[in-house]
C-alpha cells in the first residue's frame, strides 16, 4: 500500500526522504515533523493510517463515561476561554460536593466506568475541598475510575494547600484521584501562552505536574489547543515536548488534539480552521507521535461526522458516551450542544468507518469487542 508513494511524481526529494523514515520506523526530527504540513492531505492520511494500523489494528476505542465541571469560576482569563466567570458574576456556577454527589448517586447502578472531572480554576477551594470530593464519589461507587483535574488546576490547589506538588500528587492519589485529564496544555511556546494564557501555570509547571503523576503510578492524557494564534513551528515544538517526557515516563495514555472554537471569547475575530486543516492535525500527530499509541478525536467538539473521518487520519480513540452536557465547549460554540452518544451509537459510527469498536475503561484495557 506504502510503496507506491515512494514513486509518486507528487512528492519532493524530501518528502520521500521523509516516507522512507516512516516505513522503516524511523523517529521524525522536528525539521521532518514540520515538512509534513506541507505534505498531500490524502498522502498524510495514509501515513498516518499505516502507523495507526501497525499500533492499534483495525481497533477504535470508546469509553463510557461522565463529565462533571464542579464550576467555572477560575482566576485565570485565557483569551480563548468562553467558559470562566468571576465569583458572583454572572452567569457563575458552583456545584457543592452534595450537588456532585447527587449526580453519582444517578449513575449508581450504571455501566458507566469513569467520571471525568475538569473545570474552572476557584480562588477558595484546595487540595482538600477537591479530595474529600472524589473520596466521597468513590464512597458511592468505589469501582469508578476518577479521571480529574487538569495540571493547572492541579498546580494551583496543591499550591493553596501549601503543598510541594510531589507530595500533593500523593495526597490525591490516596483520596481516588486514578488519573489526569490532558487540558491545560494549550501550547507550550511561552510567547504564544502569554498572549492567550499569561497568567496560569508556565508549560514547564504543566510538564512537571505530569512527570511527576507518572512517577507516582498516575497515568494522563496529554492535550494542545490547535488553530488560534499559534503556527506549525509551535505545534511541532508542542509535541515535541510531550514525545520526549513520554520517553522518559511513559506515563501519557493518549494524545488529544483539542480545535480552538471560537464562539464567545475575546479571541472571536481570528475565526476557526477547517475540517481539512482539523484531519492534517490528526494525522500529523499520529505521525510524530511514536511513542503514544493513542490518538482521540473528542467528538463532542469536532462533531459526530468530522470525527467518523479522523479514524481515517490516524485516530483511534473517540472518547465516550459523555452522558452530561459538559458547558466549556458548548459555550465556546462545539458542534454538539448536548453532547450525548449512547454507546449503539458510538459503535454504528465506529463500524461504519469500516472499524472494530472496542470497550474500554480509562488505561486502555479491553472490556467489550464488537463485531
Ligand atoms: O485546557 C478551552 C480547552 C481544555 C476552548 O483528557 C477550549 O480525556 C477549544 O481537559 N475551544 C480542557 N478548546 C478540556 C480537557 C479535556 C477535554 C477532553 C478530553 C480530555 C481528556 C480532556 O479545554 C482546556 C482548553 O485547552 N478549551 N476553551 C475553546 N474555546
Ligand atoms: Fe480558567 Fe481553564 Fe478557562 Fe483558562 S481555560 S480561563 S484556566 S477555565
Known amino acids: 500500500m506504502i510503496n507506491f508513494l515512494k514513486v509518486s511524481d507528487h512528492l519532493t526529494a524530501k518528502q520521500k526522504a521523509i516516507i522512507d523514515k516512516i516505513i522503516s520506523n524511523e523517529r521524525l526530527n522536528t525539521n521532518e515533523?514540520?515538512?509534513?504540513y506541507n505534505f498531500d492531505l490524502g498522502v498524510l492520511g495514509i501515513l498516518a493510517d499505516y502507523i495507526n494500523q501497525k499500533k492499534n489494528n483495525n481497533r477504535v476505542y470508546f469509553n463510557k463515561n461522565i463529565h462533571i465541571e464542579p464550576t467555572n469560576i477560575c482566576i485565570y482569563d485565557c483569551k480563548f476561554c468562553s467558559y470562566h466567570r468571576k465569583v458572583n458574576?454572572?452567569?457563575?456556577?458552583?456545584?457543592?460536593?452534595?450537588?456532585?454527589?447527587?449526580?453519582?448517586?444517578?449513575?449508581?447502578?450504571?455501566?458507566?466506568?469513569?467520571?471525568?472531572?475538569?473545570?474552572?480554576?476557584h480562588p477558595h477551594r484546595d487540595l482538600y475541598y477537591y479530595g474529600e470530593m472524589i473520596q466521597k464519589i468513590k464512597n458511592i461507587i468505589p469501582t469508578i475510575h476518577i479521571k480529574a483535574f487538569t495540571a493547572v488546576e492541579l498546580e494551583f490547589m496543591i499550591r493553596k494547600a501549601h503543598l510541594e506538588p510531589e507530595e500533593g500528587l500523593k495526597q490525591l492519589k490516596d483520596f481516588g484521584l486514578d488519573s489526569i485529564p490532558g487540558g491545560g496544555a494549550e501550547i507550550f511556546n511561552p510567547e504564544i501562552r502569554k498572549q492567550v494564557c499569561h497568567k496560569k501555570s508556565t508549560a514547564e509547571q504543566w510538564l512537571k505536574i505530569h512527570e511527576i503523576a507518572h512517577k507516582l503510578g498516575i497515568p494522563s492524557n496529554a492535550t494542545m489547543l490547535y488553530g488560534h494564534?499559534?503556527?506549525?513551528?509551535?505545534?511541532?515544538?508542542?509535541?515535541?515536548?510531550?514525545?520526549q517526557l513520554q520517553d522518559k515516563t511513559n506515563g501519557f495514555n493518549t494524545f488529544i488534539p483539542l480545535k480552538y472554537k471560537k464562539a464567545n471569547n475575546p479571541l472571536t475575530s481570528i475565526g476557526e480552521v477547517n475540517?481539512?486543516?482539523?484531519?492534517?492535525?490528526?494525522?500529523?500527530?499520529?505521525?510524530?507521535l511514536d511513542n503514544f499509541t493513542h490518538l482521540k478525536?473528542?467528538?463532542?467538539?469536532?462533531?459526530?461526522?468530522?470525527?467518523?473521518?479522523?479514524?481515517?487520519?490516524?485516530?483511534?480513540d473517540?472518547?465516550?458516551?459523555?452522558?452530561?452536557?459538559?458547558?466549556?465547549?458548548?459555550?465556546?460554540?462545539?458542534?454538539?450542544?448536548?453532547?450525548?452518544?449512547?454507546s449503539l451509537e458510538i459503535i454504528e459510527l465506529i463500524k461504519q468507518a469500516g472499524k472494530k469498536p472496542i470497550e474500554r475503561d480509562t488505561n486502555y484495557k479491553i472490556l467489550r469487542e464488537y463485531n
Do not use: C
Not at 453519582?104 to 455501566?111: A, H, M, P, Q, T
Open 297 to 316: 478525536a473528542y467528538w463532542p467538539m469536532l462533531g459526530k461526522e468530522t470525527s467518523q473521518i479522523t479514524l481515517s487520519f490516524g485516530v483511534d
Open 229 to 243: 494564534i499559534e503556527n506549525y513551528k509551535h505545534r511541532i515544538d508542542h509535541l515535541n515536548q510531550l514525545r
Open 318 to 342: 473517540i472518547d465516550g458516551t459523555i452522558d452530561d452536557s459538559t458547558k466549556i465547549y458548548s459555550m465556546a460554540g462545539a458542534k454538539e450542544q448536548k453532547p450525548t452518544m449512547t
Open 89 to 121: 458574576q454572572e452567569g457563575s456556577w458552583e456545584y457543592s460536593i452534595d450537588d456532585i454527589l447527587k449526580i453519582i448517586e444517578l449513575y449508581k447502578n450504571s455501566d458507566i466506568t469513569e467520571v471525568h472531572i475538569v473545570g474552572g480554576v
Open 275 to 288: 475540517t481539512l486543516e482539523d484531519l492534517k492535525n490528526f494525522a500529523v500527530s499520529r505521525i510524530f
Open 33 to 36: 515533523g514540520l515538512e509534513l
